[in-house]
């Protein structure tokens, strides 16, 4: 019989690798970015669930998300996380392959700007910075 002390620990959560813009726009204005993730892998069933699990208590309970189905080619339609169904829809733009959107009712849509994985730490650091302070 063992005891719970002789469990293996947990892991330890991944670093969620995330830069959000100071401010979000509200209401009625153009579209931008909000913000840059640097994902791990493409596999989103794993990825989305840490993203989700640190975006600002303001932007609401995120209950779609739209990702480019070039880039994430291989999710579900719908994903449980944290006892919640989120519901994952595709897009073929071409005008965003490296972008997801997020989606919480009543609260709006937030646009991040995906860095791809194998992104060299320095060009990423880069790409974040300039997605959280200039939109692009």
């Known amino acids: 019989m063992t005891s719970a002390s002789s469990s293996p620990p947990l892991p330890a959560p991944r670093e969620v690798r995330l830069r959000l813009a100071e401010q979000t726009r509200y209401g009625r204005t153009a579209r931008r970015i909000d913000g840059a993730w640097w994902p791990r892998s493409y596999d989103l069933a794993e990825e989305l669930s840490g993203l ?36 994952v829809g595709h897009t073929d733009s071409p005008t965003a392959p490296h972008t997801v959107c997020l989606i919480a009712p009543g609260r709006g849509r937030y646009d991040l700007l995906v860095v791809p994985p194998a992104t060299a730490r320095a060009e990423a650091d880069l790409l974040m910075e300039r997605a959280a302070t200039q939109g692009a």
Do not use: F, Y
Request: glycine share 12%.
């Open 52 to 87: 989700l699990g640190v975006l600002p208590r303001a932007w609401g309970r995120i209950s779609s998300v739209l990702v480019n189905g070039d880039t994430w080619p291989n999710c579900p339609e719908q994903m449980v996380i944290a006892g919640q169904t989120v519901h």
